[in-house]
């Protein structure tokens, strides 16, 4: 007990008489630091009788609150102290010139999807969204896509360990932005325009041009008396506007579980004007998406008389379109959130 009233009452004193944190912390890892002064006197609790070892063990934790305490009123005195002297020692110049921020640009994506949005909606259509957790009733089989169907190995899916419902199936992450269109339709019947713009995800084994996650953009017009005609003219139309520059459009076929007739969509070579070039492969073409008019099946998953209405999607991959646009190499790029990268748009 004189061990812990001697160790209290000069670590008191001593503390009056400090005027510097460093000291201030030398002094408190001497006295009650892990290995301190208050930390010998307490192993010394056990060769202490059993009945003085309560009353010891008690005065001892008293003592450590007592110079916690204290070292903590010290130290706040001695930091005002010094944030006092540093005040007063400062000047500031407030006409000098401020540093100027770092201040980023609009990611690629972003700029190419507000663009697609701004010309699609200029002709009439509307912009949607929906979530990207879907069901696999909504991302395949209301898309003319059932479970058994071979198509359903075309796109390699993440899957999550939940079932919406009994009639939903189970939980994805969305492999397109199709589901949508169902959605759309359900929701607002016919007739209806719409574009949606998203992020999908795929069981992709990652390159320079692959990626687990990446944006497309889907396109869905219905309405009566509606032809591929019709597509043709609003995708001159839109390439023409995003690249600013004439643009030729031209179908081939090609096969979509969710569109009958299926079509491969090619515009025609924007460096060689259609003449041949490298980046096209010497055809004069570049291949961009894949569109046809809705399958009736589909119509009807969206509540849509097909006998009465017709329509046409497509998709096309945005970044792929914004690889194209800026001349990235590597999709990997537009994720990875380097400023080196971003600062070139």
Same mark, same amino acid.
């Given at each position: ?39 010998? +006197? ?8 059993? !009945? ?23 130290? *706040? ?15 500031? !110049? +407030? ?9 980023? *640009? ?11 949005? =701004?010309?699609?909606? &200029? ?12 069901? @696999? /009733?909504? =991302? ?6 059932? *479970? /058994? ?10 899957? +999550? ?26 929701? /607002? ?5 719409? +574009?949606?713009?998203?992020?999908? $995800? #795929? ?10 996650? $990446? ?9 009566? =008396? ?56 010497? *055809? ?11 399958? @009736? ?28 646009? /800026? ?12 400023? #080196?990268?971003? &600062?070139? $748009?």
């Amino acid at each position: 007990m004189d061990k812990l009233n001697i160790l209290l009452d000069s670590t008191l004193s001593a503390l009056k008489k400090l005027t510097t944190l460093t000291t201030l912390s030398d002094l408190e890892t001497k006295t009650i630091g892990r290995k301190g002064e208050l930390t010998e +006197i307490l192993k010394t609790l056990k060769d202490l009788p059993e !009945d003085q070892r309560k009353e010891f063990g008690q005065a001892a934790n008293e003592t450590k609150k007592t110079l916690e305490t204290a070292f903590a009123e010290k130290r *706040s005195e001695l930091e005002t102290i010094e944030m006092n002297k540093k005040l007063e020692t400062e000047t500031c !110049d +407030i006409t000098e010139p401020g540093i100027k921020p770092k201040v980023g *640009s609009v990611h690629p994506l972003s700029k190419v999807q507000w663009e697609v949005e =701004n010309i699609f909606s &200029q002709m009439g259509f509307s912009i949607m969204d929906g979530p990207e957790i879907e069901s @696999e /009733y909504y =991302n395949f089989e209301g898309l003319n896509i059932p *479970s /058994y169907h071979p198509a359903r190995d075309m796109q390699d899916t993440f899957f +999550i360990d939940k079932q919406a419902d009994e009639k939903h199936g189970r939980l994805v992450l969305r492999t397109h932005t199709s589901p949508v269109q169902v959605r759309t339709m359900q929701k /607002y019947g016919a007739p209806l325009r719409i +574009i949606v713009p998203g992020r999908v $995800f #795929r069981y992709e084994a990652t390159d320079a041009s692959h990626d687990t996650t $990446f944006d497309q953009v889907e396109g869905l017009l219905v309405d009566k =008396n509606i032809s591929l005609a019709h597509l043709k003219g609003v995708l001159e139309e839109f390439l023409t506007r995003l690249f600013g520059k004439k643009v030729t459009v031209r179908f081939r076929p090609g096969y979509f579980p969710f569109v009958e007739p299926g079509l491969e969509v090619d515009f025609s070579c924007l460096l060689c004007e259609g003449k041949g070039c490298r980046v096209c492969k010497h *055809s004069g073409w570049l291949e961009f998406m894949g569109a046809g008019m809705v399958h @009736e099946n589909v119509l009807k998953a969206g509540g849509i008389d097909p006998s009465v209405y017709q329509g046409w999607a497509f998709g096309f991959g945005l970044t792929r379109l914004v690889m194209m646009r /800026y001349g990235i190499d590597d999709i990997r790029l537009l994720k990875s959130s380097d400023p #080196r990268f971003l &600062q070139q $748009f």
